[in-house]
């Protein structure tokens, strides 16, 4: 059962409206988009509902009645959908609102960034001039892109100076904190409370995940990097864990039921959590990688899940090890390399500390922030016309 309400075009064309018995349809743009009524009546940008210029919800949810309907619908050209609903309000949806969210189409999984993993033999690695990242916005917007979509870039020409990774990260966004340290110095001593001051090689793995919520992102600066050896790696962890995916679904399964504890800690602090090692969204997708063989701590499971756990365990990380997905490079001195470390994992081949000096100094950061950042860059999270069709008049 199905009404065509207050509109002059035939339905098909841009305005036509129809409303069915929990959900309306209209036609923005050519196409066909569906709305529930509950969905729409808690997405009103009505002053009394929203904060004009935070876009904070004023109205209760969970106070939405459950029989909301309209009375009636129409569209309007400069206002868009209006609604007069059944409980008095009365609101109005822009065409550029009612396309932006439209959920009626393509499924999620076509609506969300385009994530570009590594290929089995990867060759691009985003390299984006300081003096651009810092200086324009459209070579901050490079960066940031290559850092959302590929999982990594590294920036050239970073001043060699002590603190210098800090003050980059305080113009992209904010450092997050962590125990042992702000700032993170790397390189040979032997006094160090881990394996990164040793010359050793460090096998691809991410930082921290002894916290439930690793840091996302780590940004690790080479002040100086005269060693002989050294060579940085990079590892598409999610490309790694897809191929698992593919070949051994089981195996997936296992690691991303199976909780794994971590650990880090030294003299004054201690940092443990017990995770998953591959954590999922609601999509089904990867969301959190925690690889770190070295952090690792005694499994404790049921009983017949140990076994299945460390077959699991070992295929993923001989497809890591394997060099498939892997960049592996010499950074210069002033390289600052960036992984989005929820994905892509680092290391490094063994050094002669005795052949010149290897010093870096690494923070980290969170993705949210940088993602913040491009959209603030973009100019994506200001109030617009549509989300407040309709309301100019409360400007
Ligand atoms: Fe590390």
């Known amino acids: 059962m199905s009404q065509t309400l207050e509109t002059d075009r035939t339905t098909g064309t841009d305005g036509a409206v129809e409303l069915h018995e929990r959900h309306l349809s209209v036609v923005v743009g050519g196409q066909n988009r569906r709305f529930h009524y509950v969905w729409l009546r808690d997405n009103s940008w009505a002053p009394q509902d929203r904060v004009f210029l935070s876009s904070e919800r004023k109205a209760a949810t969970f106070d939405i009645r459950d029989d909301i309907a309209p009375l009636s619908a129409r569209y309007d050209d400069r206002l868009g959908l209006v609604v007069d609903w059944n409980d008095g309000r009365s609101a109005s949806y822009s ?17 969300r960034h385009a994530v570009r993993l590594w290929d089995e033999q990867p060759t691009i690695l985003p ?52 125990a042992f340290e702000r700032v993170h110095n790397v390189r040979h001593d032997p006094t160090g409370y881990n394996v990164a001051h040793t010359p050793g090689e460090l096998k691809p793995h991410a930082d921290l995940p002894s916290y439930s919520w690793p840091p996302s992102v780590q940004l690790l600066h080479f002040l100086v990097n005269r060693a002989d050896g050294g060579e940085s790696t990079l590892v598409d962890g999610w490309a790694c864990a897809h191929e698992l995916r593919r070949v051994a679904p089981h195996h997936f399964d296992t690691l991303v039921r199976t909780p794994v504890p971590y650990q880090l800690f030294s003299a004054d602090e201690d940092t ?3 995770n998953p090692m591959i954590e999922l969204d609601t999509d089904g997708d990867i969301k959190v990688l925690r690889f770190s063989n070295q952090l690792a701590q005694p499994l404790s499971v049921p009983f017949d899940r140990v076994e299945a756990f460390y077959d699991a365990y070992r295929h993923l990380g001989r497809i890591i090890d394997s060099g498939r997905f892997r960049h592996t490079f010499k950074c210069d001195d002033g390289d600052l390399v960036t992984v989005h470390s929820h994905r892509v994992l680092h290391g490094r081949l063994p050094y002669d500390p005795s052949s010149g000096a290897r010093h870096l100094q690494d923070v980290y950061m969170e993705f949210d922030d940088l993602l913040a950042r491009r959209r603030v860059l973009r100019g994506e999270h200001l109030p617009t016309a549509a989300q407040r069709p309709g309301n100019e008049e409360t400007a």
């Open 272 to 274: 443990w959590a017990e």
């Open 95 to 111: 065409a550029e609102f009612l396309c932006r969210y439209d959920y009626s189409g393509a499924p999620r999984s076509a609506r």
């Open 127 to 178: 390299r984006v001039a300081h003096a651009d990242v810092v200086a324009t916005t459209e070579g901050q917007l490079a960066y940031l892109d290559a850092v959302r979509e590929y999982g990594a870039a590294v920036v050239t020409g970073v001043p060699s100076l002590d603190g210098e990774v800090e003050r980059f990260a305080e113009t992209i966004g904010h450092v997050r904190e962590v």
